[in-house]
């Protein structure tokens, strides 16, 4: 399984910004996917996750209201629409993938056995 993450960019606070990660090497409609950050300096840490059929979704308390995750079966691809973006959401976005997890660890890390490469947001104030 590969996965390729893309659409960061520089942005002014209040913009938005949709990330999408293209899922090759495997059914795609099978695994669940995940989108993680990390800030210069900080740990990385959960921003969204959407199982395999799109019926479990979960936010992080940082992001609720303002990110939206999405999953395209037929292309393969997972989506993180991210709206009314500010400086602090800066960072390095990476998506995940797994092929089992059960609702209550969608949001660790070890959970996701594949990752993509990531792709920089930066929000300017």
């Known amino acids: 399984v590969q996965l390729q993450a893309s659409g960061g960019g520089l942005v002014q606070a209040g913009g938005s910004l949709r990330l999408s990660c293209i899922h090759s090497?495997?059914?795609?409609?099978?695994?669940?996917v995940a989108w993680f950050r990390q800030a210069p300096g900080m740990d990385r840490e959960f921003v969204a996750a959407i199982k395999r059929v799109g019926s479990g979704i979960v936010y992080a308390d940082s992001v609720k209201g303002r990110f939206t995750i999405s999953r395209d079966n037929a292309r393969n691809t997972g989506y993180l629409q991210m709206n009314s973006l500010r400086p602090e959401d800066t960072a390095v976005y990476y998506c995940?993938?797994?092929?089992?997890?059960?609702?209550?660890?969608?949001?660790?890390?070890?959970?996701?056995?594949?990752w993509g490469q990531g792709t920089q947001v930066t929000v300017s104030s």
């Open positions: 090497g495997g059914t795609f409609r099978n695994y669940a």
């Open positions: 995940a993938a797994a092929s089992t997890v059960i609702t209550s660890n969608l949001a660790s890390q070890t959970a996701y056995a594949y």
